[in-house]
């Protein structure tokens, strides 16, 4: 068998003869298969309150999600297709070579993944890579750094709508920008001797490239741009909902309530108020629900909400990065640079906003 290994022991006694037998379980290879099937069973013992965190998980991804990222999904994909982007590579060429190590073409994934927010910077480092426009080594930089919250979620959503203040919004947006950067100054050394591009170049020169959109192929262009649009935009509601769904399953069954209690000591240590810990376990999860159980928090030291939020925007989540993984895994791209540098950017976002409630007395909004 595949999962069980069936095993007989035979006992020799004085009267009879007796059959044991034992079944064991190869957890590492079937890891993932016990994984998804407790998963089913949590989703029957808690049902009770699994299906509205359900509910509010389609309703975030209708009202929010889809209005906000949906129109961008199909403007980026129309872009594409027009000479925009070789427009904005020699515009920048000089600029971004010589700070991230791609040329000027990636310009615009890092622009419009700065504007549009999660994933549409991986979708577009997965088009250039898929139309040879940047190198792997390129593209796998473009994804360490281009995929960030946009301004309306940080501003909007976070600032105004959690924290109750646009100025915070502000804050969380500058040093989000700046730790972009700075990741993707550090990142201009991922793969740095690599010799693929010129193979690439030469051997993938054939590759199909995107049709140019005109007057006369407008209609189609648009409609594989809506189609592809709508793909993306069905998987990121998955997510929303599964992990909704994941974040309500470990509140019932007591397991967030356990960490808590085993990373008391280490927040003590750090004196750091241990009601951040929940919120910070959410967040490593799924961003949206992370950040609006830490702005909730009631502490007169109101810059530790603002610094653990902006780590917690940095990284993204694992909802987030499992929404990447599934945009490049029909690519040859690795996964590996988009969590190292998630990682990175949510340290140095804190750092930042860190550094500039400290330096600037009005950014302080201490009780």
């Known amino acids: ?62 009202n929010s999600v889809v209005p906000s990222l949906f129109p961008f999904f199909v403007a980026t994909e129309l872009l594409i297709n027009t000479n925009i982007v070789n427009i904005l590579g020699r515009f920048f060429n000089n600029l971004m070579k010589p700070l991230f190590n791609i040329n000027g073409k990636g310009a615009f994934c890092f622009i419009m993944g700065l504007i549009s927010g999660y994933p549409i910077g991986a979708k577009i480092a997965c088009n250039f890579r898929e139309n040879n426009i940047c190198s792997k080594e390129e593209c796998e930089r473009l994804l360490s750094f281009t995929n960030n919250s946009g301004p309306l979620f940080i501003v909007g959503t ?8 646009s100025t915070i919004g502000l804050l969380l947006l500058i040093t989000h920008v700046l730790a972009s950067i700075t990741v993707g100054i550090i990142f201009r050394f991922w793969k ?25 192929n407008l209609g189609e262009v648009l409609g594989k741009s809506i189609t592809n649009s709508i793909s993306t935009i069905l998987m990121i509601g998955g997510f929303v909902v599964i992990f909704s769904s994941i974040i309500s399953i470990l509140k019932s069954s007591g397991i967030l309530n356990t960490l808590t209690i085993s990373l008391t000591p280490l927040f003590n240590f750090l004196h750091i108020d241990t009601s951040f810990i929940s919120g910070m376990l959410t967040g490593f999860l799924e961003i949206t629900n992370g950040i609006n159980y830490i702005s909730n928090i009631h502490i007169k030291e109101i810059s530790t909400n603002i610094i653990i939020t902006a780590f917690v925007l940095g990284f993204g989540g694992i909802s987030v990065l499992l929404q990447i993984w599934s945009i490049i895994s029909k690519s040859d791209l690795s996964i590996k640079p988009y969590f190292y540098g998630k990682l990175l950017q949510g340290v140095f976002a804190s750092f930042y906003t860190f550094i500039i409630i400290s330096i600037f007395p009005f950014l302080n909004f201490n009780l």
């Open 1 to 62: 068998m595949d999962i069980f290994y069936y095993i007989n022991i035979y006992f020799n006694g004085d009267t009879m003869l007796s059959k044991c037998c034992f079944y064991i379980i190869k957890i590492k290879r079937n890891f993932l298969a016990l994984c998804f099937l407790a998963f089913c069973f949590c989703l029957l013992l808690f049902s009770n309150s699994n299906l509205p965190a359900v509910k509010n998980g389609l309703s975030l991804w209708a």
């Open 158 to 165: 976070v600032g105004i709508s959690m924290f109750g203040n």
């Open 192 to 216: 740095y001797n690599s010799i693929t591009y010129k193979t690439d170049m030469s051997t993938n020169s054939n590759l199909t490239k995107n049709t140019n959109v005109t007057f006369s």
